[in-house]
């Protein structure tokens, strides 16, 4: 990690930093890394960053927080975009479950900057600005009328993940499923 200096993160360009940073990197432990399972025989063997095709060895620092014994590695920048992501994630999430417009299924004035830095550091680390909604299952921009972030605890870990706000629920019914 020491090698690593991540990109500015939140909309006013602050990193985070501290407890912050150590709880951004946990999530980035639980919901970013591949499972086994979506990784290349080289990306296992940590010959190739788990996130692009990098295979530098110079370039390829394990992922703190992971044990010693877990090959997989990853390159500076794709570390520094998940950071971001993550981050950017957080800020417009702690947003939403506060402000009064935004639970109500609205994007307010504030909430606008948090998801258009989300939506950047999304598409910087994934290449995309889909996201599925954890109610209807469909795959959508991530800044669609009416998508937020959703968090919640599930038996194992907080959930990090997405939602349409009351549009989903007028569509939903029959159509939403059980968590
Ligand atoms: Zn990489
Ligand atoms: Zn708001
Ligand atoms: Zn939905």
Redesign the pocket.
């Known amino acids: 990690m020491e090698s690593v200096s991540p990109q500015p993160a939140g909309p006013t360009g602050e990193l985070p930093t501290g407890e912050l940073l150590t709880l951004v990197q946990n999530i980035v432990l639980i919901s970013e890394v591949p499972p086994g399972s979506a990784l290349t025989a080289a990306q296992s063997a940590g010959d190739q960053?788990m996130?692009?095709t990098?295979t530098d060895p110079a370039a390829l620092n394990r992922v703190e927080g992971m044990g010693t014994w877990w090959p997989p590695r990853?390159?500076a920048?794709?570390l520094s975009a998940r950071i971001a992501k993550v981050h950017t994630y957080l800020l417009w999430a702690w947003h939403t479950e506060e402000c009064e417009p935004c639970t109500d299924g609205r994007r307010c004035g504030a909430a606008i900057p948090l998801g258009e830095a989300h939506a950047n550091a999304l598409e910087t680390a994934t290449g995309s600005r889909r996201v599925v909604c954890v109610r209807c299952h469909q795959p959508d921009d991530v800044l669609a009328q009416g998508l937020r972030p959703h968090r919640w605890l599930g038996e194992a870990a907080a959930y990090h993940s997405y939602q349409h706000g009351l549009k989903c629920l007028r569509v939903g019914e029959g159509f939403m499923r059980v968590l």
């Open positions: 960053c996130w692009c990098v990853t390159c920048p794709c």
